[in-house]
């Protein structure tokens, strides 16, 4: 997917941008189902045949601006570095570009994913962190060697579920603490509930 991305016509990922900025503005003045390819194109400043050489039409649309979200987030995992001292500093690091690429680019997010307006963003979210959450607690059970008391299944759900409420509420309160105090706070809270296991 990032190689697709590098090879891509400047003028196409400018097109795109502001068929999506068009879209994000349409989205808070009204539901999903009023904004038409018409609106869009309109807002855009580009013309309907414009918007279908890159999109079949709207639900298309939100597909593939909520894959090339999923894209820019698992480029951010992958390319965080893990040479910390520990596992703890790691996940702290990953959360911390996490939220500065949702503070970057808050206003998509706030609409996109805060809303309940298009749960295809949120959805995808959940899917992507609740993959790397299952991986996450695979490593550490290959560490520990121990029994675990708690149902892997729970624990999934408990961690993406906090992970998206934090950056949900975070978004809806208007980002009132830096993405790095709150990367910290998260991690804390992860690490407090470690130690008590």
């Known amino acids: ?20 900025d068009a879209f994000v503005e349409l ?29 079949r039409d709207i639900p298309d649309m939100l597909e593939m601006m909520a894959e090339d979200m999923i894209d820019d987030i698992s480029t ?41 307006k298009v749960p295809i963003f949120r959805d995808r ?16 059970e290959r560490r520990s060697h121990g029994t675990e008391i708690l149902k892997e299944d729970i624990l999934i759900w408990y961690e993406t579920s906090a992970l998206i409420g934090t950056i949900v509420s975070w978004l809806q309160n208007d980002m009132p603490y830096t993405p790095t105090f709150l990367a910290k706070q998260f991690s804390l809270l992860h690490h407090r509930g470690e130690k008590c296991n």
């Open 1 to 20: 997917m990032e190689k697709k991305k590098h090879h891509t016509d400047p003028r196409i990922l400018r097109t795109r941008q502001l068929i999506k």
């Open 27 to 55: 989205l808070e003045e009204m539901d999903l189902q009023k904004i038409t390819v018409n609106r869009l194109a309109e807002r855009a400043t580009i013309n309907r045949v414009t918007f279908y050489l890159h999109y």
């Open 76 to 116: 951010i995992f992958s390319k965080t570095p893990t040479d910390q001292t520990s596992p703890y500093e790691n996940n702290w690091k990953i959360i911390e570009n996490l939220l500065d690429h949702i503070a970057e680019h808050s206003n998509f997010y706030k609409n996109l994913l805060a809303s309940k």
């Open 125 to 140: 979210l959940t899917m992507f962190l609740r993959e790397r959450i299952v991986t996450k607690i695979e490593e550490s």
